[in-house]
């Protein structure tokens, strides 16, 4: 499966972004979805998860921040990131889980598709 991230882009702290994960080749709808970053000098960090059955797990530092959702008609995953601070400056990757009905929650080993990455930069 091919994932295209984007939504990325320069937004002030306390300001919102919606990223968008579109895959193409598989559908997704059997697949738990992760989203991860990476920010300069730092290693990847797990961000949120989306399960089939839609259930939700975040990182403690986006809890009630973020939100991770799915549209399966849409073949695509969304991360809503509201009251951004610096400290969310990365790039954000999503990832697909390598096997279905697999739950993923952060374990990169359990991925199978990485998508190219989109900037998010939050100035203070």
């Known amino acids: 499966v091919q994932l295209q991230a984007s939504g990325g882009g320069l937004v002030q702290a306390g300001g919102s972004l919606r990223l968008s994960c579109a895959a193409s080749?598989?559908?997704?709808?059997?697949?738990?979805m992760d989203w991860f970053r990476q920010a300069s000098g730092k290693e990847r960090e797990f961000v949120a998860d989306?399960?089939?059955?839609?259930?939700?797990y975040y990182a403690d530092s986006v809890k009630g921040r973020f939100t991770i959702s799915r549209d399966n008609a849409k073949n695509t995953v969304y991360l809503q990131m509201n009251s951004l601070k610096p400290e969310d400056t990365a790039v954000y990757y999503c990832?697909?889980?390598?096997?279905?009905?697999?739950?993923?929650?952060?374990?990169?080993?359990?991925?199978?598709?990485w998508g190219q990455g989109t900037l998010v930069t939050v100035s203070s």
């Open positions: 989306i399960s089939v059955s839609t259930s939700t």
């Open positions: 080749g598989r559908t997704l709808s059997n697949y738990a």
């Open positions: 990832a697909a889980a390598k096997d279905p009905w697999v739950p993923l929650r952060g374990i990169s080993t359990r991925v199978g598709s």
